[in-house]
């Protein structure tokens, strides 16, 4: 089980280029973006969304929005919230901050997105028309913060978040790039700049993984509100019957029920 995660960090980023990429700045408190859950085991590989703002108990916090988490005690703890949330060993983690998506995207090429529709916004700085697009790392980070376009603000993002990590690692471990070792470089890194890894993972996991992402079974936790009022701020309510299911399954490495995942499709 691989916990990929992309925080708002803006270290390795310059004012302007902070400006540039429409992200403001460093509010002090390290956020998650987004939180995906991807599963190798005997069957068809399972990567799963966790929205940001899950309803989720934090060890020694009390219930409070998953993402908060992070802010409060870095990965680990993270990491922790989940386990204890899904019921599932965490084995390998990925964590990618703003600074780090661009670098990555930009050192090996860029990444291609094909959208169905126009998408444009003025608070993430996207603006791609119908069709497909080889995103630099600049389009990308616009392209994975981008809500607002879409009636279900984050909801659709995570998808959209789901399908650009799957060609992200695609193209980062396809032979023209996965066999050039300062293009592979940036994965290897564990500067705050960069992707960063835990320690027991190497390119060779990476790769694993970004196998098993040709053709996952994807989708979100099931979700019972995903405006539900809580003293955090509007937040999500998980299905806890459904996500109990979905996470059994996975922790038994059996057959996802029908009907608890609803696949992936970008903005």
């Given at each position: ?11 390795g980023l310059s ?19 987004s939180?995906?859950?991807l ?27 998953l ?15 989940v386990?204890?949330a ?12 703003f ?10 090429g ?11 916004d ?90 098993a992402?040709t053709?996952p ?51």
């Open positions: 089980n691989w916990l990929i995660t992309g925080s708002d960090s803006r270290a004012r302007t280029e902070r400006d540039a990429l429409h992200v403001g700045s460093d509010a002090g408190t390290l956020n998650s973006d939180i995906m859950l599963h190798l085991g005997s069957g068809r590989p399972v990567l799963i969304s966790i929205p940001r703002d899950s309803y989720v108990e934090i060890p020694g916090h009390g219930r409070n929005k993402n908060a988490a992070l802010a409060f005690g870095g990965a680990n703890l993270l990491i922790q919230t386990e204890n899904t019921g599932l060993k965490i084995d390998h983690y990925m964590g990618i901050g600074g780090g998506l661009v670098a990555v995207v930009n050192k090996i860029g990444v291609q997105i094909c959208l169905k529709t126009a998408i444009h003025s608070y993430s700085g996207v603006n791609l028309s119908a069709g497909c697009h080889n995103l630099n790392g600049d389009q990308a980070l616009a392209f994975v913060r981008d809500r607002h376009s879409f009636a279900t603000e984050d909801l659709q993002r995570i998808q959209d978040q789901r399908a650009f990590l799957s060609a992200l690692l695609k193209k980062a471990t396809s032979p023209g790039v996965y066999l050039n070792p300062f293009t592979a470089l940036p994965f290897g890194s564990t500067a705050a700049s960069s992707m960063s890894v835990d320690t027991g993972t190497s390119l060779l996991d990476l790769e694993h993984a970004a196998s992402l053709d079974e994807t989708g979100t936790v099931p979700i019972a509100n995903s405006n539900y009022y809580t003293n955090a701020g509007d937040s999500v309510l998980w299905n806890t019957t459904e996500a109990n299911k979905l996470f059994n399954a996975l922790k038994n490495d059996s057959a996802i029920p029908k009907g608890l995942l609803g696949g992936t499709t970008t903005g």
